[in-house]
């Protein structure tokens, strides 16, 4: 099936510099497996039940969000076991450890997710508890 994409220049021009030097022989199958992995990672986040162990990490603006951001993290901490944080500019990097019901940690990655000025947020879960 064809489709067309609407992509910033230099997101594009970096994702052809990566699907070329790992030697994939072509854009297109660079982009099936790029969204093959996007469902499978998403996938898996719908898909964790009961007692879970993860690892959710984020950038954002600092001044954009943070206030917001506190307050999310104190409406989890009944989850939250401890977070790492690193300060670059305005750019921030952080980690939260989370253990308890995997439904739980879902929402709090949907908040995370939700904001505008966090780039990225990735979940890891590490495994299930039993």
Same mark, same amino acid.
């Given at each position: 099936?064809?489709?067309?994409l609407? %992509? ?11 699907w070329? $030097? ?7 199958? $660079?982009?099936?497996? =790029? ?16 007692? $879970?162990?993860? =690892?959710? =990490?984020?950038?954002?603006?600092h001044?954009? %969000? ?12 009944? %989850? &939250? ?14 980690? &939260?450890?989370?253990?308890?019901? =995997?439904?739980? &940690? ?14 990225? $947020? ?6 299930p508890?039993?």
């Amino acid at each position: 099936m064809r489709t067309s994409l609407n %992509v910033p220049g230099e997101v594009l021009d970096s994702f052809d510099e990566t699907w070329t $030097a790992e030697g994939l022989e072509s854009r297109s199958r $660079a982009v099936r497996e =790029a969204m093959t992995e996007y469902i499978e990672r998403h996938t898996e986040l719908e898909g964790i039940d009961g007692d $879970a162990v993860a =690892a959710v =990490a984020f950038d954002y603006e600092h001044t954009l %969000v943070i206030g917001e951001l506190h307050t999310v993290q104190h409406e989890f901490e009944d %989850v &939250i076991g401890t977070t790492h944080y690193l300060h670059h500019g305005e750019w921030c990097l952080e980690t &939260i450890y989370c253990t308890g019901p =995997a439904d739980r &940690i879902r929402r709090l990655v949907y908040r995370i997710r939700d904001f505008d000025a966090v780039g990225r $947020a990735n979940v890891l879960f590490v495994q299930p508890v039993e």
